[in-house]
């Protein structure tokens, strides 16, 4: 089955630690997206990504990291300097047409807390 | 800057009744609509979608009709069941070179039998 697959479901994250949450996805999909979900404010976008060795920027990028070293794998690294990590983090894939609307699809997340 | 506004929730309906959640959108182009659906503990997926203008998205018996002069997207089912209960989201996407979705605050739905 094609699809999105986040690990893991459930994340702890200790006071200054780094933690990595993983997506891949075997769509062959070129562009992939990370969000952050809070209640009640819908869906940010932290970073994405529209082809290998390639990212940019969303509008929360800060305390965040990623790298795009492969086509199927988009991780995202929540770093010490994001002093509110607790969230439901979301990855989604789509196909990169420029210019295009592209539809995404989106993995089942994963649920950061601080212990 | 582009924004969707949905109407803000919870919505809690009995069985069979009607469903409307109101989406509003402020975009510079002509848009795609989306209509994406998030059961509790899961990720989002895609429920309905219009590309242009006129354009009805439609699946599972939920609607939703391009509005261009009132720049609107409502969501629409005749007979909400228990198995709708979820959070709802309206989202746009104006392509570009980004082609990122921009999405409402989302509206929970909460179905009684």
């Known amino acids: 089955d094609g699809g999105i697959t986040q690990s893991p479901k459930y994340l702890f994250r200790k006071e200054g630690q780094n933690v990595t949450l993983s997506c891949e996805q075997n769509?062959?999909?070129?562009?992939m997206y990370w969000y952050r979900q809070d209640p009640g404010q819908g869906l940010r976008l932290i970073y994405y990504?529209?082809?290998?060795?390639?990212?940019q920027k969303g509008d929360i990028a800060e305390g965040y990291s990623v790298s795009r070293e492969k086509k199927e794998s988009f991780p995202l690294t929540v770093t010490s300097a994001q002093k509110n990590p607790t969230a439901f983090y979301l990855c989604?894939?789509?196909?990169?047409?420029?210019?295009?609307?592209?539809?995404?699809?989106f993995g089942a997340g994963t649920r950061l807390s601080v212990l | 800057g582009n924004s969707v506004t949905q109407m803000e929730g919870p919505v809690t309906l009995s069985e069979e009744a009607f469903l409307t959640i109101n989406c509003t959108y402020t975009a510079t182009g002509y848009p795609s609509l989306f209509w994406y659906v998030q059961y509790p503990g899961e990720g989002l997926q895609l429920l309905l979608k219009?590309?242009?203008?006129?354009d009805k998205g439609s699946n599972k018996g939920f609607e939703a009709t391009y509005r261009k002069e009132t720049t609107s997207f409502h969501l629409e089912k005749g007979s909400v069941q228990v198995s709708d209960s979820a959070v709802y989201f309206c989202?746009?996407?104006?392509?570009?070179?980004?082609?990122?979705?921009?999405f409402g605050k989302g509206t929970k739905l909460s179905v009684k039998p």
């Open positions: 219009a590309t242009k203008a006129d």
């Open positions: 989202a746009l996407s104006e392509g570009g070179s980004q082609g990122n979705l921009i």
């Open positions: 989604a894939s789509s196909i990169h047409v420029p210019g295009a609307k592209n539809i995404q699809y």
């Open positions: 990504s529209q082809i290998v060795n390639d990212f």
């Open positions: 769509l062959n999909h070129d562009a």
